[in-house]
């Protein structure tokens, strides 16, 4: 089983076709969201997709993460006796938050032809180690709450980016995710054949 989750995701299969950004005019990811919507629609495209990643600890706090074809090192600072050879978990998340807003804001302003000349997400994340290290069972092992600021470069009306964020925040994957109950189900196995 574990070897088909892999060959499954060893490659993303895309719903519509791959070009280039900016190879389709001034609002290419107007057409990405038309036509994937259309495929959706029409019952062409592949739905839902599954996403994969796997991890594997080196020594210490360092782990070494596969997704796709990327390879990513996350450890602890040198404060929490890790050696700083990577970003926190915790910060991971955060900046899939922070990419998956702008991403999110690039679609749908594209959609609805609203022009964003930059934009760029800052958030902070409040943690408190009573939960991570079962101290205190009334705090949380994750953050406590996350807050930031999304910024825009546009000229378009402050009501037309209200609407658009409130579009954005409805739309935004990662941001569901954090949101919403997701359910996540762990099992253990003693064997690495099928993993590695």
């Not at 629609?41 to 074809?69: L, M």
């Not at 006796?81 to 991971?92: F, H, M, W």
């Not at 958030?123 to 092992?141: C, H, M, S």
Request: with cysteine.
């Amino acid at each position: 089983m574990m070897n088909d989750v892999r060959n499954e995701c060893s490659r993303p299969d895309l719903s519509v076709e791959e070009t280039e950004p900016g190879s389709s005019g001034d609002k290419p990811f107007k057409i990405l969201y038309e036509t994937t919507r259309a495929a959706l629609k029409d019952g062409t495209a592949k739905t839902p997709i599954k996403v994969c990643v796997s991890s594997e600890s080196q020594s210490g706090f360092r782990s070494h993460i596969r997704i796709r074809n990327f390879e990513i090192i996350s450890d602890q600072p040198f404060g929490f006796k890790g050696t700083n050879a990577g970003t926190k978990p915790s910060e991971l998340l955060l900046a899939g938050l922070a990419a998956c807003q702008e991403m999110t804001w690039r679609l749908y302003a594209d959609a609805m032809d609203i022009d964003l000349r930059r934009i760029s997400v800052e958030l902070e994340g409040i943690q408190d180690l009573n939960g991570f290290l079962g101290t205190n069972e009334a705090v949380p092992a994750g953050f406590q709450s996350i807050n930031g600021t999304v910024f825009i470069d546009s000229d378009t009306s402050d009501a037309e980016l209200e609407k658009l964020q409130q579009i954005v925040d409805a739309h935004c994957p990662v941001l569901d995710d954090l949101i919403r109950k997701v359910p996540v189900a762990l099992e253990i196995s003693r064997s690495f054949n099928d993993h590695t």
